[in-house]
DNA sequence: AGACAGGTTGGCAGCGACTGTCAATCTGGC
DNA sequence: GCCAGATTGACAGTCGCTGCCAACCTGTCT
């Protein structure tokens, strides 16, 4: 079962993949919103009641990637070192998970010109981004030696948000610079200007 | 002209203002979701399409009044006297859109409760808080003493997008306070959490 | 008063995202 | 080869939203 399990998984990966790839061509050709999900569903080659299946929401075929790289995230910040502060570990699980995209720059901007391009998608990786902000608050609090509750203490949310508002910032910058500016040091100039 | 325009005005915002109570009913009798458009204009008596033609979008049921408050924001921030700093303009800026809302406390309770709770909503806000910030960046770079360039700086970008998440901190905060919370202390504990 | 022009409304048909359903088809295990 | 379970495709339907057109209401000019 391990291996018939992880053998369908592959091919469905395939699968998954290629839709994702023909969408893109589409949404490259005809901008996002001109593109419709009978489209991409006959491109592709397979029914639009299966891509429904495959992928739940048009955003998904963009956006679709987030929810492993959320988890990823998480993780990082919570194996950083206790002496190591709460701002670097943030930073350090978000180079994390820049590096361990297994895309090339030049995808990654791509995607990321799309999102940011589009009300729907911003939309759709905003609501990504408050799931991971969700899911920091207990090792942020842990970290910063605040006791958890059921309502957070804003100080840990402030911060985590803040962290995430000093990356969007960075990432829209480094997407209107057309990918010829270091995210990282966009990202720090941000933050420096936060904490002074 | 004048004294029929705004008679004129005052009937439709009367209507506008009715539509937006059935709605608000509606939406929390059965949810947000599960109401539909039809119902609302069957109970507000006009036809779907007018309906349309008032509000655009449902959303715009619920956050149609937040483009004034962006351009009461800025213009407040823009007012703020020089030797003010940059985060103490913003704050200014903050507190005046609320204390200039003519909705009771509760009202905007029950509204801010529905948007931090439905995605859509949620999507809609952001979006706005996205065109504040944008409005923002020129105001803020002239505090700053930063010439404006076409592609913005970091720092104020991020020094904006900061204070926007601290206010949202607050604000979900406050909401899952159930309003038994001081917004206002909440925004400074987080932003000292975050400026040190 | 009556015709005329402007804007407002309602009904209808249609698009696109998305979902439930059900039959057809494919798969792996016996 | 056959059966059970999963996967797919086709169809119809819902809901948000838009374009279009005819009806209507309002104020104006003659």
Redesign the pocket.
């Known amino acids: 079962?391990e291996k018939?399990a992880t053998?369908?998984d592959r091919s469905?990966q395939a699968?998954v993949a290629e839709i994702v790839e023909t969408a893109l061509v589409l949404f490259a050709e005809q901008g996002y919103?001109a593109?419709?999900?009978?489209q991409v569903a006959a491109r592709a080659?397979?029914?639009?009641?299966?891509?429904?299946?495959?992928?739940?929401?048009?955003?998904?075929l963009v956006c679709g990637e987030q929810d492993a790289l959320g988890e990823l995230l998480v993780r990082a910040v919570e194996e950083q070192a206790p002496e190591v502060s709460t701002w670097d570990a943030l930073r350090a699980g978000f180079t994390t998970i820049l590096t361990a995209s297994n895309h090339t720059q030049e995808r990654v901007l791509e995607i990321s010109t799309l999102i940011f391009g589009n009300a729907s998608l911003r939309a759709r990786y905003f609501e990504k981004r408050l799931k991971w902000q969700k899911a920091l608050v207990p090792v942020v609090e842990k970290r910063m030696g605040i006791e958890h509750r059921e309502i957070p203490d804003p100080a840990a949310m402030g911060v985590i948000a803040t962290v995430f508002a000093c990356v969007d910032t960075a990432s829209e910058l480094w997407v209107r610079h057309g990918g010829k500016a270091d995210p990282f040091e966009l990202y720090e100039r941000a933050l420096a200007a936060v904490r002074g």
């Open positions: 079962m018939a053998l369908w469905r699968v919103e593109t419709t999900m009978a080659g397979v029914s639009q009641r299966s891509l429904f299946r495959y992928f739940g929401t048009k955003e998904d």
